[in-house]
């Protein structure tokens, strides 16, 4: 165990605070640490493709010579993952100095592990001078950290039904939260997709410059079409001097971790965890896999339904195995053995990753291992494979 991870233990026992008293705090720490903004700050809400929106615009604003900072969450193999300066993940001391900082704070004890790296995140991007902010709201929006700034651009990506213990039962109740990164002096994009009335009314309230954006005219594999059409008109309606269509089209073959990621011949990992990205996992395998024989890698947290999302899968898959992993925030796998077992599935239970490699490896003819489920999963197997993003 590194130092930092280390640092972090009792920090992450503390419960998640989602709380309008919780955001108060926030707002005001983020007064008391005195920060040295950018020109631009970009913040990205939605149930799904916010890391790949951001992915693109900092990779093209990156390759045009701006300073860009880029706060994402949650990680797949390291937390230093999760903040990003020009594509490069911040270092251990650099984590740990700023958040020894943190202790200063006056509500400092209140914090969750989530929203002091927030406050991390945000103290780095302004000790680094940048140029550009790229923010993605861990949850909701309206209470997430990154809702503390006033954001030149707003986006909501797609509303779909995840995360309602915490945000609302309801597409409705999604959507008002998600819609609370809105101010009427903005730029807003809402991406594909239904918008919810809860977030027209916001719309009507505020009256922001608005833009709908439903998928790309061309395509980018490895990425999802409406992640590239975001991205594109963020670059459009902001940074006007550069060819974004251009730009965007020299990240062909660069890849998507944790999204659609061919991590070797015959497997690719996936971190969709909600029904919706599930099923545009669904999509991808079956337009580019479709002579293939699917096997699937797949558990997840506790607080999913094994329905939701198994169940778009249940009839692409032809073998499923259920891995044996060391978290306690993962479903126990009887619970998913008996729901595929109903389906009428081969399943393969409590085998560790070392199995499933020899599997892999052994490269049977048309055969390819899909894991999804669980962004701790998908980690778990690039280290298994001592990959480092």
């Given at each position: ?228 059409g975001i991205a594109k008109k963020i670059l459009d309606i902001k940074f006007e001097r550069i060819d974004s269509s251009n730009e965007i089209k020299k990240l062909r ?33 079956s337009n580019n896999f479709s002579k293939s024989k699917i096997k699937a890698i797949f558990t997840c947290n506790k607080i999913k339904k094994v329905e939701d999302l ?20 993962l479903i126990n796998s009887n619970l998913i053995n008996r729901y595929l077992l109903r389906q009428g599935k081969k399943i393969n239970v409590g085998c560790d990753l ?36």
């Amino acid at each position: 165990m590194t130092e930092l991870e280390e640092y972090f233990l009792p920090l992450l026992d503390k419960k998640n605070d989602f709380r309008e008293s919780s955001f108060k705090k926030l707002k005001k720490a983020v007064t008391e640490l005195n920060l040295d903004k950018p020109s631009q700050i970009i913040s990205v809400t939605g149930t799904n493709g916010k890391g790949s929106t951001l992915e693109i615009l900092s990779n093209v604003l990156n390759n045009c010579n701006y300073k860009v900072g880029l706060f994402t969450s949650p990680h797949l193999i390291r937390f230093n993952e999760r903040i990003k300066i020009n594509n490069v993940a911040v270092e251990d001391n650099e984590i740990l100095k700023t958040f020894k900082q943190l202790e200063n704070l006056e509500d400092y004890k209140s914090f969750n592990f989530f929203q002091l790296f927030s406050l991390a995140s945000f103290v780095i991007f302004s000790d680094r001078k940048l140029d550009i902010w790229l923010l993605e709201a861990g949850l909701g929006g309206r209470l997430d950290p990154v809702n503390c700034f006033d954001a030149d651009v707003s986006v909501i990506t797609k509303i779909a039904l995840d995360h309602e213990e915490i945000l609302g039962k309801g597409l409705e109740n999604i959507g008002k939260e998600k819609a609370g990164i809105i101010r009427s002096n903005q730029d807003f994009i809402y991406g594909e997709g239904e918008i919810p009335e809860s977030v027209k009314k916001v719309l009507d309230k505020l009256n922001p410059n608005f833009y709908k954006v439903d998928n790309s005219s061309f395509e980018l594999e490895n990425f999802h079409s409406n992640s590239v059409g975001i991205a594109k008109k963020i670059l459009d309606i902001k940074f006007e001097r550069i060819d974004s269509s251009n730009e965007i089209k020299k990240l062909r073959g660069n890849p998507n971790y944790g999204r659609c990621h061919q991590l070797k011949t015959n497997l690719i990992v996936d971190a969709s965890h909600n029904n919706d990205s599930v099923k545009n996992l669904g999509t991808f395998i079956s337009n580019n896999f479709s002579k293939s024989k699917i096997k699937a890698i797949f558990t997840c947290n506790k607080i999913k339904k094994v329905e939701d999302l198994c169940a778009p899968m249940v009839d692409i898959v032809d073998e499923w195995y259920i891995p044996k992993l060391d978290s306690d925030r993962l479903i126990n796998s009887n619970l998913i053995n008996r729901y595929l077992l109903r389906q009428g599935k081969k399943i393969n239970v409590g085998c560790d990753l070392n199995q499933l490699k020899q599997k892999i490896e052994k490269q049977e003819k048309n055969s390819l291992f899909v894991a999804f489920g669980s962004f701790i999963l998908i980690g778990k197997i690039y280290e298994s494979y001592n990959f480092r993003i």
